[in-house]
């Protein structure tokens, strides 16, 4: 944006992010209508608040009632309104003014959308043919939204919204992804599902690529390995699209001038000796991820999840304590919510004790409605199991069947150990705070609440049952929305066990300027979760991945061993 900016067009910078850090990179306070950033002529930028743009959505559905309905009836569209989904579509229409109003578009050369984590992304670009189709064929006047007639309303723009995101000539999708093999597969996962839904101008940008500028530092030469080797084994599909490389840094990516060396290339890179004099004392702890599993093996059972900003190495810390428990001779289950994980199921087969699954969100709603329609459909007539079934058939659907299947996994914990490796930080607490409306949206087509929805809360809220480690990288981003990420959890009663960093140079020795560089800016926010999050954290040094999984797993709960070395 700011390099188009620099170039002479009028640019529109938005994230559609619910954890959205845009004004921490920009420097500036952003609201949700677009304002000029300062020192960037020709730049406008903005957030959409997903919650403040359901808050706005739910007055837009009632206010036309108010007087004229029943208090009652007010109060119950309200309820229907308070659910996750409502948030969703919400922030949807906001998206689709910025793609399909040209009221709105027509001011700018280049309108550059920062969307939110793959899942949700997806799920917002397949929200224009699900609802259009859903308005089409609903003919009982209401859905989990309320009145279909917001929707009705909005249905000429959600299909240009899906003409636009098809149209090569006016979208380009830019699928970023650093050199790293989980994070290349889930690059060409997106794209396959972005092919299904006709929109198919991709281009690859390959971000924080690494050449190593030392020639005895074994640290750089396996981060150079790593970067390499992932390259190299790129998935089929995305290997065939445009790409392009950007560096790795030896500082964070935040501020103006900082962003314009990505194009520039004035990286200022200086010798590792210069920048060690920039290096922080760090305070680390004693504590340890080993420690945390011994103390959490005295219950001998309970949930523990993993949560946090995606790619910040959720599954392997999760994937770590799980194996290591099911060593120490106990019963562990692991599993996620998070589509974009990759769990080795192979684990299982080599490790007593450990089963390894994931929540299937196809299967779950298929499920779901089938429950649904043999328990609340039973006796209505034709007409009403029509109605039932098409209700079914709303994306809010599978909030709610994924929202069971996790009570049901948390359930398991009361035998034995349930190791959850959640969702990325937006999807993750949509599920948490779903707990209290999902009541009333469930008793809308069920009878009774299943019991390991109704003791589901508490038991997130009880410290001896759930434990929940909030896992970071020590760079600007991943702590800062962790830091949000832990208000959300003390506003629903839940305190975080402890705060893992992950991948790590500060406990190594190295001499690549690069990596040094890294180092040094590594030092603040490790100190900045002392000092303001939490005093319990353990740190996980960057470790070489050598071959053998369970091996490298291990490592990582015995990581002090690697700081010693």
Known sequence: AIALADRGSRVLLVSTDPASNLDEVLGVTLPNTPISVPTVERLFAMNIDPEEAAHQYREKMVAPYRGVLPEASIRSI????????????????????????????????????????????????ELPSAWSNYIDTNTGGTSCLGPLSGLKEQHKLYSATVKMLSDELMTTIILVARPEKSALTEANRTRNELLTLDISNHHLALNGCFTSQSKNDPVAEAFQKRSQEAIDSMPEGISAIPSSKTALFPFGLSGIDRLRSMFTGDTKIQTAKELEKFILPVAFTDDTIGQYVDEIEKEGRGVIMTMGKGGVGKTSVASAIALKLAQKGHKVHLSTTDPAAHLDLTLAESVQGLSVGRIDAQKEVKEYAKEVMATAGEGLDEQGRKLLEEDLRSPCTEEIAIFKAFAREVDRGSDGFVVLDTAPTGHTLL??????????????????????????????????????????????????????????????????????????LSPLTITDPVLVGKKSEESRYINEIRDSYSNRFAIIPWIEENGNYEEWLSTIIESEKVIAQ
């Open 78 to 125: 309200e309820e229907q309104l308070s659910g996750g989904c409502t948030v969703e579509i919400a922030a949807f229409d906001e998206f689709s003014k910025l793609v399909g109003d040209s009221k709105i578009t027509e001011p700018f050369d280049h309108i550059i959308l920062d969307t939110a984590p793959t899942g949700h992304t997806l799920r917002l670009l």
């Open 431 to 504: 599920l948490l705070d779903a707990a209290e409306s999902y009541h009333r949206e469930v008793t809308r087509t069920m009878s009774d609440l299943p019991e390991s929805v109704k003791t589901l809360l508490p038991r997130l809220r009880d410290p001896s049952f759930t434990r929940v480690f909030i896992v970071t990288l020590p760079e600007a981003t991943p702590v800062h929305e962790a830091s949000k990420l832990q208000q959300d959890l003390s506003r629903a009663g839940i305190k975080p066990y402890a705060w893992i960093v992950n991948a790590s």
